[in-house]
């Protein structure tokens, strides 16, 4: 029963997503954006800065840590080491796309069934708590989760296009699998539940938005200390990472079901 019940609240919401064109806009739109700028800025940086940045002592100390991940750096020659350098921070940058996704989309969910009155009739019904925030989190998460798999299978063509097909083999390292098949589906469940309790707890998307612009800081911290070479991310410590996270979605899950408060919300939010 829990399974149908979830399943009801994705269609629900895949309906209301996908028949509203701004919503379409963000979900199909907005990741090749992203993308698009990331290239836009890698291009710039090597073309206008790589040689200078070669000699930088934090990108040295960054690409040293670079080749013992990935010795056949050594063999690349001029800017090449470090434009893959910062093609192998595409996996942290992907990270973005749920997350700006959620921001944009699953903020404005609750908030707007509690403005429109129509979260009423959906409390009404049998649907546990865990059942309702669960389903709403998955309708966003699961097409944000297709698309960035689909943007990262595109940034490998365009890397071809760019004639950078020679660096795709030390783009797709065991890093790379493991940041886009776990860390990127636990980050998107964590900024669509941190959506979710915003969204919940707000009273209006703005207010609702503030709370997942928590998981973006992180991320970008996390470019920054491997673009530096102050930290770098193997196999061994990106699979601890999406283990960690998963446990997190975990535990985000519980307290929006304990915060969310389904007794006295429809009253509240009457006030």
């Known amino acids: 029963m829990s399974r149908k019940r979830i399943l009801n609240i994705l269609i629900k919401e895949w309906r209301v997503l996908f028949t509203d064109v701004s919503s379409m806009m963000i979900v199909t739109f907005l990741p090749f954006l992203i993308i ?22 934090v990108f040295q100390n960054a690409l040293a840590k670079l080749q013992v991940a990935i010795p056949r750096v050594a063999d690349l020659s001029g800017a090449e080491p470090f434009l893959v350098l910062l093609l ?13 996704i959620a921001m944009n989309t699953v903020t404005f ?21 865990w059942e309702l925030l669960l389903g ?11 698309m960035t798999w689909l943007v990262a299978g595109v940034f490998l063509l365009v890397l071809s296009l760019m004639g950078w097909g020679n ?16 860390l990127t589906p636990a980050i998107t ?18 207010s609702a938005q503030n709370i997942v612009l928590v998981v973006i800081l992180p991320l970008f911290g996390l470019i920054a200390l491997q673009v530096t070479g ?22 985000v899950l519980r307290i929006a079901v304990r915060l969310f408060q389904r007794e006295s919300i429809v009253v509240k939010w009457r006030q």
């Open 109 to 129: 969910s609750i908030v707007d069934e509690k403005l429109s009155g129509s979260l009423e009739a959906l409390l009404a019904t049998p649907v546990r708590t």
């Open 136 to 146: 709403k989190a998955l309708a966003g998460a699961i097409p944000s989760l297709l």
């Open 230 to 251: 102050i930290a770098w991310l193997n196999a061994l410590s990106m699979l601890g990472l999406a283990v960690l996270l998963i446990i997190i979605d975990f535990i």
């Open 88 to 100: 192998n921070q595409f996996t942290i940058f992907l990270l973005l796309i749920p997350v700006m």
């Open 167 to 182: 660096l795709v083999g030390m783009v797709l390292t065991p890093v790379w699998f493991l940041s886009l098949f776990l």
């Open 36 to 57: 698009g700028q990331m290239l836009l800025y890698v291009w710039l940086a090597v073309n206008f800065a790589g040689d200078k940045a070669m000699d930088i002592g």
């Open 189 to 206: 469940a964590l900024s669509f539940l941190l959506g979710i309790i915003g969204s919940s707890r707000a009273k209006d998307a703005k």
